[in-house]
């Protein structure tokens, strides 16, 4: 943080200004129910939901938690399976692999998002 009255670059938990000698009082700490509602205000991401978007469509999970490149990517690999099984007989299983991968990933993003979110005061991190 800067001292309010000459603008000098403090440590946060400094009491007073080691320049002007201003004292800086400390930020009153926040309560629980403060800090709860504070936290609840977040926009967070569900795991579950990542996983269930996941294993509909692989990507969509991705997307869900703005991983939006990635998401589209893996979708588009997805309706590539899609497409050669039904021209060439290309297996499926690797369309349900997909499914299954993009639903680990997206709730360990979705986890990532939420811890960022957390910590960072509601700050996103990417995008
Ligand atoms: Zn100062």
Redesign the pocket.
């Known amino acids: 943080m800067n001292?309010p009255?000459?603008?000098?670059e403090?440590p946060e938990n400094a009491e007073i200004?080691?320049?002007?000698?201003?004292k800086l009082s400390a930020p009153a700490e926040k309560s629980y129910l403060e800090r709860k509602l504070l936290e609840d205000s977040y926009d967070k991401k569900s795991e579950a939901a990542a996983v269930i978007l996941s294993l509909l469509a692989p990507g969509l999970g991705e997307i869900y938690v703005c991983k939006e490149t990635r998401g589209f990517i893996i979708l588009a690999v997805a309706t590539l399976c899609i497409i050669l099984g039904i021209q060439y007989g290309f297996p499926y299983i690797t369309y349900l692999i997909l499914c299954v991968l993009s639903a680990y990933d997206s709730s360990k993003l979705a986890r990532i998002y939420n811890n960022y979110v957390s910590e960072h005061n509601g700050e996103k991190p990417w995008n």
């Open positions: 001292c009255r000459c603008g000098l403090v200004c080691y320049k002007c000698g201003n």
